[in-house]
Nanobody
Framework: QVQLVESGGGLVQAGGSLRLSCAAS????????MGWFRQAPGKEREFVAA????????KYTDSVKGRFTISRDNAKNTVSLQMNNLKPEDTAVYYC????????????????????WGPGTQVTVSS
């Protein structure tokens, strides 16, 4: 299994930006589709963004389209989430996730299709 660790979270004012990074170890991420999920207090963990193994396909939840961008660098074994125009409702713990796949293009928002998870990083957006 690949091990994942997120970084880049913090406190930011509404309208600001943050860039989350996910560093992988143990296995190369080039064999995995990758995703970002988030969980706010009292709520279920929800899908945010996903990227295919080759980086050519992405998927976003509607509330972040046009504001967040997921990317990956397989050579550096990292995945990133650029978050712009942040809103208070984006406040949550953000998790990086990986799902092993043989497909270069498959991308999914289904939480149960990701088997490896990082410990999470807190993002707090103040109004």
């Amino acid at each position: 299994q690949v091990q994942l660790v997120e970084s880049g979270g913090g406190l930011v004012q509404a309208g600001g930006s943050l860039r989350l990074s996910c560093a992988a170890s143990g296995r190369t991420v080039s064999n995995y589709r990758m995703g970002w999920f988030r969980q706010a207090p009292g709520k279920e963990r929800e899908f945010v963004a996903a990227i295919s193994r080759n980086g050519g396909y992405t998927k976003y939840t509607d509330s972040v389209k046009g504001r967040f961008t997921i990317s990956r660098d397989n050579a550096k074994n990292t995945v990133s989430l650029q978050m712009n125009n942040l809103k208070p409702e984006d406040t949550a713990v953000y998790y990086c996730a990986a799902g092993q796949t043989s497909s270069d293009t498959y991308v999914t928002a289904a939480r149960n299709e990701y088997r490896s998870w990082g410990p999470g990083t807190q993002v707090t957006v103040s109004s």
